[in-house]
């Protein structure tokens, strides 16, 4: 199946490029406005890079303009790759509407870079192969969001029982788990993922959901914190648990919106507590939630003024 972008498609002879420190906010932040770009970090002594670097570029074009790829050599772009927080290379981002949407770290293999791409595309609007299994797990998200959390785990164990690879169908089943309380029973699933999937970005909003779960069952009352983070704005505490609060009554722009205001206040507080909690809500969210999508956008100013 052709892969279609939602947003239009990239001109076929402009999917590739090398990027610099100059040419960064053109050819990623502006460009990610129209298709998806992946930012591949890589340098020429990085042997790992040399394996994924090719692989990612026949993915992209693969997809027939749905997605661009920009390279950056670190060596050459210190900067960026230190406000990207690039620890280890390869690492790869992918940005859409000018914030990262997704990424990973190290070498992967080619069916993994090709989901990747997919994931990606497909959180951007656009079209990627999918086939009935992934009908499926629609239909089970749906039960999981209508509240029939027992006949969607029921669902994402079918289609476990066809494709035990499947990171969308494993990733729902621990959801499911959650949603019916048992976050004991959720964490073991996770914690038995196969390892070709346990780092993918589903299992990873997984992990960050279960997270947050375990936080809402410690949470304060909203409305002694509102008023001690009313009484002194500067109280980082306060605020930090407000937004944890706000989160698990299910008010997540609140929540999102309480965690800017304190890393503009103070990003550093608490070795950048809020910061950390931020991207925890933004991976449990999925890619394409308002609340997501706003909120790495405002993240990525601060990060980036």
């Not at 076929?12 to 930012?39: C, H, Q, R, W, Y």
Request: proline letters at 5%; one cysteine or more; hydrophobic letters at 45%.
């Amino acid at each position: 199946m052709e892969i279609l972008s939602g947003a239009g498609a990239a001109p076929a002879g402009d999917l590739i490029k090398d990027g610099s420190e100059a040419t960064f906010m053109a050819d990623v932040v502006d460009a990610s406005n129209e298709v998806p770009v992946i930012v591949d970090f890589w340098a020429p002594w990085c042997g790992p890079c040399k394996t994924l670097g090719p692989m990612l570029e026949d993915a992209v074009n693969a997809a027939k303009g749905a997605v661009k790829m920009v390279k950056i050599n670190v060596d050459e772009a210190q900067m960026i790759a230190q406000q990207m927080r690039v620890q280890s290379i390869p690492t790869v981002y992918a940005f859409y509407k000018g914030q990262p949407l997704d990424g990973f770290q190290g070498a992967l293999p080619q069916s993994e870079i090709k989901a990747f791409v997919d994931r990606v595309i497909s959180a951007a609007g656009g079209e990627s192969p999918g086939g009935q299994l992934d009908e499926a797990v629609a239909a089970a998200e749906e039960m999981l969001e209508e509240g029939a959390a027992v006949d969607a785990a029921q669902t994402f164990a079918a289609i476990l029982g066809e494709d035990p690879n499947h990171a969308g169908a494993y990733a729902g089943l621990v959801r499911a788990h959650i949603a019916m309380g048992d976050l004991e029973k959720a964490e073991a699933i996770l914690n038995g993922a196969p390892a070709e999937i346990s780092n993918s970005s589903e299992l990873e909003a997984a992990h960050a959901q279960i997270e947050l779960a375990k936080q809402a069952e410690n949470a304060g009352p909203v409305a002694e914190l509102q008023a001690r983070v009313e009484a002194d704005p500067d109280d980082h505490q306060a605020r930090y648990d407000l937004a944890q609060a706000l989160y698990s009554k299910g008010e997540a722009q609140e929540a999102v919106d309480h965690l800017l205001e304190l890393f503009r206040r103070d990003r550093e507080w608490n070795e950048a507590a809020a910061k950390t909690q931020l991207f925890t809500i933004f991976e449990a969210l999925k890619p394409n939630d308002p609340v997501a999508l706003n909120g790495r956008r405002k993240l990525s100013s601060m990060i980036f003024a």
